[in-house]
């Protein structure tokens, strides 16, 4: 179960205007904004249900799933994931959690898929046998045969990002998390 209750995330951004001569008196005279990506938000995701969060670009929509995965901390409000609260308990959470970040890879660019998988299994000290049965479902399921050999700096975008979702699913997560973008016709 999710609950994030009440929280609120803002972030503090240099300001400058543009120009040489404003460059240089920026190096002594700084300015800053701050944006709040975040307001006072809450929702419940209950065991089993999917659910899709949508919203334009500075929505804070990748600001929430960071939170929720553990890697940015709130600065009010609660949140809680199958009784954990993700950034004080980072590495259990993170063994029980899946995430795909459209723009970042857990593929290692220069080698082959499976290589990248194999290490994958190494760092969440996957049972062999377990990984073997996830691995054995995941290329049926996601068609990666052929790909499984290929270093993923060759794969398209499509291909990339069903090995994305492979390398998200293979320990056996109980959440999954994909923050991509989507565009919409």
């Not at 199958?82 to 308990?89: C, D, I, T, Y």
Request: hydrophobic share 40%; proline share 4%; charged share 25%.
């Amino acid at each position: 179960m999710i609950a994030f209750q009440n929280v609120t995330k803002t972030y503090r951004v240099m300001r400058r205007q543009a120009g040489f001569g404003r460059a240089v008196k920026a190096l002594f005279s700084r300015e800053y904004e701050t944006i709040r990506a975040l307001d006072n938000m809450s929702f419940t995701v209950n065991d089993g249900e999917i659910v899709g969060y949508i919203g334009p670009n500075g929505a804070g929509k990748s600001t929430t799933v960071k939170i929720l995965c553990g890697i940015l901390t709130p600065d009010s409000g609660t949140c809680r994931i199958n009784g954990r609260v993700p950034w004080r308990e980072r590495l259990a959470h993170t063994r029980e959690i899946g995430v795909v970040f459209g723009q970042r890879t857990q593929l290692w660019w220069d080698v082959p898929v499976i290589d990248s998988f194999e290490l994958l299994r190494d760092m969440y000290r996957v049972e062999p046998a377990c990984y073997q049965k996830n691995l054995d479902a995941l290329v049926e399921l996601l068609d990666l045969g052929t790909l499984l050999r290929t270093p993923a700096r060759t794969l398209s975008l499509g291909q990339r990002m069903r090995c994305e979702l492979a390398a998200s699913l293979l320990h056996d997560p109980k959440t999954l998390f994909l923050d991509v973008n989507c565009r919409i016709a």
